[in-house]
């Protein structure tokens, strides 16, 4: 199993690589566009703000991951990079995200603690491969101030005072807004499911 890292420079990816590696990956960590465009599935962890979409457009990577995603190549979006498959976020009017997805992120409405750190409950819809074997109700850990809104492909919902969008599943296109690498056996089994998948 081949499993390609998207390395922007605003994050720890050791977690993550650990993880895939624990499950038998074969793991490559890169910000060259050129093995972006040659991968077998590509994981894109997003850690920070929405902002650092820039330096993916900078380098030429926004690019090549379009193109992956358009050409059917699994691709996983973690936390950020969740949020990243949608056309923006107010947490960065005027930065595009990748655009997946039409809709556009927004910040938790006043009334709760931000940012929503911790375990929180997992709503899992039927019918989800990306998801397959985690229980419904199964925790996951989360820490994120900005979410995305429960869109038709939507196959987990969490509830931090309203409802958002945990995992996200169209095609060949995924997105989680926790943390997996940190999500004990949950997380493994989301990650077994990306290292699997293979596209119909």
């Given at each position: 199993?081949?499993?390609?890292?998207?390395?922007?420079?605003?994050?720890?990816?050791?977690?993550?690589?650990?993880?895939?590696?624990?499950?038998?990956?074969?793991?490559t960590v890169t910000e060259s566009p050129f093995e972006i465009a040659g991968a077998e599935r590509v994981i894109l962890p997003g850690v920070g703000h929405f902002s650092?979409?820039?330096?993916?457009?900078?380098?030429?990577?926004?690019?090549a991951l379009r193109d992956i995603i358009g050409r059917g190549i699994p691709f996983l979006g973690i936390c950020v990079g969740l949020q990243w498959l949608f056309a923006g976020s107010t947490e960065a009017p005027g930065c595009g995200g990748l655009a997946a997805f039409p809709e556009s992120c927004g910040r938790f409405s006043?009334?709760?603690?931000?940012?929503?750190?911790g375990w929180n409950s997992l709503d899992i819809r039927p019918g989800s491969r990306?998801?397959?074997g985690v229980p419904n109700g199964a925790f996951?850990?989360?820490?994120?101030?900005?979410?995305?809104?429960?869109i038709a492909a939507t196959v987990a919902a969490t509830d931090y005072g309203e409802p958002f969008s945990?995992?996200?599943?169209?095609?060949?296109?995924m997105g989680v807004q926790f943390h997996p690498e940190k999500s004990g056996e949950t997380g493994l089994q989301v990650l077994r499911n990306f290292l699997e998948w293979r596209t119909c």
């Open positions: 199993m081949l499993a390609t890292v998207i390395d922007y420079k605003a994050g720890n990816l050791t977690s993550v690589v650990k993880a895939l590696r624990h499950l038998g990956a074969q793991v650092a979409t820039v330096r993916l457009e900078k380098t030429g990577m926004a690019t006043p009334g709760r603690k931000i940012p929503h750190v990306l998801l397959a996951a850990y989360f820490t994120h101030s900005y979410c995305a809104p429960l945990a995992a996200i599943e169209r095609g060949n296109v």
